[in-house]
């Protein structure tokens, strides 16, 4: 593949405004905001919203100045025939205030900390404007903007009539603002809506900010609920993922500035684990990111001396904020639990890409090992794979994964019962169980036969299948590790790489120690698989043939087994890579050790030194100039701060991205249902449309 790419490298609790504590009447009934509360819009009930000002400032902390209480806060109850009774406080008698419709809001009598005096200060504009938009929310009442530029500040009530205004301004040769005056009371009974005109994107930021940090996977629903039971407002469910992601975005950095770093960041990866593979390539032509492939030591260490010559391929497309596609190339350990061996990361999903991420597996088990292992891979069918596979593996046995392939027959034909019958198909060791199964699926429906007939059984069935799967028939791997790289696969490039690299160093540490408490020869699952293997062959009939060859008979029928190829009739054996229960039960008659006759793969030691090596930390970003001022980089990298590269040049379309994963799927292989009426069972047209006379 010509390739024109410029290589670098080597082939809580929810915390709302603890200085301003809100205590909700018990009494109340509240509405709580969720994924379909309705959104209020209060944009056009005034002319100057409270937020819309010269001066603001959305990162900075609420100001603590704050006076205490708002002189003579009135209270809202709701009355039995739906009207708002607005009692007073204070001794002067004020008439009854009544709505058309009847307010559904929490009010509570603020503590002390809500009061604004006159000659108040604040060190500026902004501290002041948040002061009173915390105050107006408090307080349940809103603020519209009068006047705001560097010097003055007036805001009044925004309800019409009521008197309460507002004013403030800049001390002589100081940036700190102070009260000047504020005029009368309120009289107006307080806001007679759900949400709150300074509730904006912002003040949600804010308010849920400390929480976000402490748990990142607090959802919009629950902040949601706690703003209403805090506060008393309703907001939309749009506003409070608005002000997550806004929180987010400021907690975990600038996407370009991770691309400008991946040269750094590559250099970290192998000075920290020596001999570990990480290389990012551009467009020469303006520095775009194209490509990045990273794979550890301790991976490709564990990979090759320890695990089943089986891979499995899978991508997962990126969440953030560019588009891009994550590939992966992922093992099996003797314990049957993914073992990741390769990433990389590129700007689309296409032919050209997956030939690249192939030929650099490719190469890097090729510099490894002098005798690179004959290869099982498992993908799903799509073509560019299928391709690349043959181009860069071509002596290598590739399936295709049972889990993709059921989902599409799912699709097509919508029966259960036909699902199952395939997937009996594709576990049946012998090809006459295999084509009776077949015919199991044709007796139900010829369409769906002749759709799995189309798909060469070599390619999935184990009947068929010429290489050693070990019993594994999907390949799934993005599924499996749905939990943290669907959370990985929306932040910036290089945090999205750390936070894989910290999985495995876990995984790899976990996974080493619970070793260590192993007393059995074989790994949990394959002793497990044996015993139950001895436990059936205690019933077998074995006769003896020679020294390796054995006709063992069994309420199932006979077999014969080959103790010296380590072959059965059954192919239970040779394709599982552990003894079946004939084997078992020949290898007892001639009081032979069956772990002996297991795969290497399987046993503890083995497992052990797939993850002997570690993958090592690699330090905090604000580390890496320091390191290369003092020397700390490879040989022959002293420009790679001086290499800067640009984000790909596609960002992904606005709006929430999904989350349910989308499988893609070769879908020109398959064959289009044919639809048949079940009236006049012609094809071409459903009963709802049938024409034909009765």
């Keep these: 593949m010509e390739n024109h790419d410029v290589i670098i490298g080597n082939h809580h609790e929810l915390l709302l405004d603890h200085e301003m504590p809100i205590i909700p009447n018990p009494n109340t009934n509240h509405h709580h905001g969720n994924g379909d509360a309705t959104e209020f819009d ?105 006047k705001s530029d560097k010097t003055r500040f007036t805001a009044k009530c925004a309800s019409e009539g009521c008197p309460w205004r507002i004013h403030a301004a800049k001390l002589p040769g100081l940036p700190t603002f102070s009260i000047r005056t504020i005029h009368e009371e309120h009289n107006c009974g307080g806001i007679a809506h759900l949400g709150h005109q300074q509730a904006s994107v912002d003040w949600v930021a804010n308010t849920v900010e400390q929480r976000l940090k402490e748990n990142p996977q607090c959802k919009p629903k629950d902040i949601l609920e706690e703003i209403h039971r805090a506060h008393g407002i309703t907001l939309s469910y749009k506003q409070a993922w608005r002000g997550k992601e806004r929180i987010m975005a400021a907690l975990r950095g600038s996407f370009e500035e991770d691309y400008r770093l991946l040269p750094q960041y590559c250099e970290q990866i192998r000075r920290t684990n020596p001999n570990s593979i990480a290389s990012v390539y551009v467009d020469p032509a303006d520095n775009c990111f194209q490509r990045l492939f990273i794979s550890f030591q301790a991976s490709i260490h564990g990979f090759l001396n320890a695990c089943r010559p089986l891979l499995g391929l899978d991508r997962a497309v990126l969440k953030n904020k560019y588009l891009g596609t994550l590939l992966l190339a992922t093992g099996f350990d003797g314990d049957g639990a993914l073992f990741p061996l390769a990433f990389g990361v590129v700007d689309q999903e296409n032919e050209e890409n997956w030939m690249w991420f192939l030929s650099e597996l490719r190469s890097l088990l090729e510099i490894n090992t002098e005798n690179m292992p004959r290869l099982t891979i498992l993908s799903d069918r799509n073509k560019n794979i299928v391709d690349a596979v043959e181009v860069n593996f071509p002596i290598a046995f590739h399936g295709f994964c049972m889990h993709h392939l059921s989902e599409s027959f799912r699709k097509e034909f919508n029966n259960t019962m036909l699902v199952n019958h395939l997937w009996d198909a594709a576990n049946a060791l012998t090809i006459m169980e295999f084509e009776s199964k077949i015919l199991e699926i044709e007796e139900i429906s010829q369409e769906a036969a002749y759709w799995i007939r189309r798909v060469p059984p070599r390619l999935w069935a184990t009947a068929y299948f010429e290489g050693t799967r070990f019993g594994h028939l999907t390949a799934n791997i993005v599924e499996s590790l749905n939990v943290w790289i669907l959370e990985a696969s929306g932040l910036p490039i290089i945090q999205m790489m750390e936070s894989i690299r910290r999985q495995l160093m876990t995984w790899f540490s976990e996974r080493r120690e619970a070793s260590m408490q192993w007393t059995s020869i074989l790994v949990p699952t394959a002793e497990r698989r044996v015993l139950e293997a001895i436990e059936r062959a205690q019933t077998y009939q074995v006769l003896k043939a020679n020294e390796a060859e054995f006709e063992v008979i069994s309420h199932e029928g006979t077999n014969i087994v080959d103790i010296r190829n380590r072959r059965c009739q059954c192919s239970g054996w040779q394709l599982n890579g552990l003894p079946c229960a004939h084997a078992v039960a020949a290898l007892l008659s001639c009081r032979q050790n069956v772990h002996r006759f297991t795969e290497s793969c399987f046993t503890v030691a083995t497992y052990r030194r797939a993850y002997s090596q570690a993958i090592h930390p690699v330090p905090d970003k604000t580390l890496w100039s320091e390191m290369t001022d003092l020397g700390l980089q490879d040989e022959g990298s002293s420009s790679v701060n001086e290499i800067v590269i640009n984000p790909p040049k596609c960002t992904r379309h606005p709006g929430r991205p999904r989350k349910r994963r989308v499988r893609s799927e070769d879908r020109r292989s398959c064959v289009k249902r044919i639809v048949r009426c079940s009236r006049c069972n012609q094809t071409g047209h459903f009963r709802t449309t049938c024409s034909a006379p009765i």
């Design 42 to 146: 209060n944009s056009n009930q005034h002319q100057n919203r409270f937020d819309d000002g010269n001066v603001d400032d959305d990162n900075d902390d609420v100001d603590h100045g704050i006076g205490q209480q708002l002189v003579n806060h009135h209270e809202m109850i709701i009355s039995n025939d739906h009207h708002l009774v607005e009692h007073q406080n204070s001794d002067v008698g004020v008439e009854p205030v009544s709505f058309q419709n009847p307010v559904i809001q929490i009010r509570t009598t603020p503590p002390p900390s809500y009061e604004l005096m006159v000659g108040q200060e604040f060190p500026d504009v902004a501290s002041c404007r948040r002061a009173l938009r915390h105050t107006a929310i408090a307080l349940h009442f809103e603020i519209q903007t009068v």
